[in-house]
């Protein structure tokens, strides 16, 4: 099984509101990253977490906060967006065991700031 | 650095046709190379990875791509494309160094033409 899933799908917030974007997965993977895509574009990735420590933050605007409550969960917080954070989330997981590493994403959540 | 290169931004076929989507990578050390694929409000799904075992790889849904090193290619094919193919298709690469970063191409959007 190589599922990793997220919530909410669809996420609509105003620039004052705080939400969170949730990422699961149970294949024992050690590493976790958030990534956002516009669209036609590549995924741009943001954070990563390894061994549930934050390994990797590709400079993101603290509106944006990561948490890595246990080695299965991810969290998003966000406050205070901006419209131009509107964009497609993706979370995905890798195992970290070798440098063919791979990466496994989820659905991703769709967020729409007014 | 490494990078990736994806020749040809749109690529259109004709159901039953060939489809070859092109991508390139820079390195100076053997890389790490994946396609995958973003089907409309989706995820992406992991169609293949080149793990140096051998330089043909077969992936899911009939796609498979051969690895060149002496041309710096990993381009990804499939004998005869269905009409559920169409979808952005993404190379990556990742550092044999394995610091959890996929770099990923622009991008290829297969258009299938019935």
């Given at each position: 099984d190589t599922e990793v899933t997220q919530t909410p799908k669809h996420l609509v917030m105003g620039m004052t509101n705080k939400k969170s974007l949730k990422c699961e997965q149970h294949?024992?993977?050690r590493a976790m990253y958030w990534y956002k895509q516009k669209a036609k574009k590549p995924p741009e990735l943001m954070f990563v977490y390894s061994y549930e420590k934050?390994?990797?933050?590709?400079?993101?605007?603290?509106r944006f906060s990561p948490e890595c409550p246990n080695s299965s969960l991810l969290n998003l917080h966000l406050h205070?967006?901006?419209?131009?954070?509107s964009a497609l989330y993706l979370c995905a997981s890798s195992l970290?065991?070798?440098?063919t590493d791979t990466q496994y994403f989820g659905p991703g959540t769709r967020l729409t700031v007014l | 650095a490494q990078s990736v290169t994806q020749l040809g931004s749109h690529v259109s076929v004709s159901e039953g046709a060939l489809v070859l989507l092109r991508c390139n990578y820079s390195s100076s050390v053997p890389p790490y190379l994946f396609w995958y694929v973003q089907y409309p409000n989706q995820g992406l799904q992991l169609l293949l990875k080149y793990?140096?075992?051998?330089t043909l790889v077969k992936g899911i849904n009939g796609f498979e791509a051969e690895f060149k090193k002496s041309e710096t290619s990993f381009h990804l094919t499939k004998p005869s494309a269905h009409m559920s193919d169409a979808a952005e298709y993404f190379c990556a690469v990742t550092p044999s160094s394995n610091t959890g970063k996929l770099i990923f191409g622009q991008g290829t959007t297969l258009q299938v033409k019935p």
């Open positions: 294949m024992g993977h934050l390994s990797i933050n590709e400079s993101v605007p603290s205070a967006l901006q419209p131009e954070d970290l065991d070798s440098s | 793990t140096s075992a051998a």
